[in-house]
């Protein structure tokens, strides 16, 4: 697990379970891996809004609609960050598996409300090999996302 992660989850007492598994790319490679369905698997997307970097979560299974999050921002230009505009803020993460906790690295967060009627929330670890599986409230009281509806 990312060790920056780790320490705050640990310092915050969060309970949470991490699952290994076999190196897995894609949300829905590694939602069949852990036999956890699709939806239930939170995905991690960069977009700039207005050129600043954000952080969208939302279920493996979904797309998420970069024209609603522009309307729901008001913001002028929403595009999909590419990796190399990024990837400097999560040294310590693999490019890809940036678990949804843009607090720790200065970012803003959204999250799609379809996520709010799960209990549990499951995502990567900042590797491409272990999951984090923790009580959605948990997650939603430390990275305090702003809710939005944009699949």
């Known amino acids: 697990m990312q ?3 780790q320490e705050f989850l640990d310092q ?3 309970d949470y379970d991490l699952i290994s598994h076999s190196p ?9 891996r852990c036999h956890i369905p699709g939806q239930d698997l939170a995905k991690t997307v960069i977009v700039k809004l207005d050129g600043k970097l954000t ?3 939302g279920p493996a299974h979904l797309q998420f609609d970069l024209e609603a999050l522009k309307q729901l921002t008001k913001a002028k230009k929403v ?27 200065n970012m803003d967060v959204f999250v799609d409300d379809s996520l709010l009627q799960d209990e549990e929330i499951s995502f ?3 590797n491409h090999s272990e ?21």
């Open 79 to 105: 595009e999909l960050a590419r990796e190399s505009e990024f990837e400097d803020r999560f040294k310590d993460c693999e490019v890809g598996a940036m678990p949804p906790f843009g607090n720790l690295w």
């Open 131 to 151: 999951l984090v599986k923790m009580k959605y409230s948990d997650w939603a009281s430390l990275v305090k996302p702003k809710v939005v509806h944009i699949h």
């Open 12 to 14: 915050n007492r969060v």
């Open 3 to 5: 060790a920056k992660l």
């Open 124 to 126: 990567n670890a900042g």
């Open 55 to 57: 952080m969208l979560v």
């Open 24 to 32: 897995a790319y894609t949300a829905q490679e590694i939602a069949a």
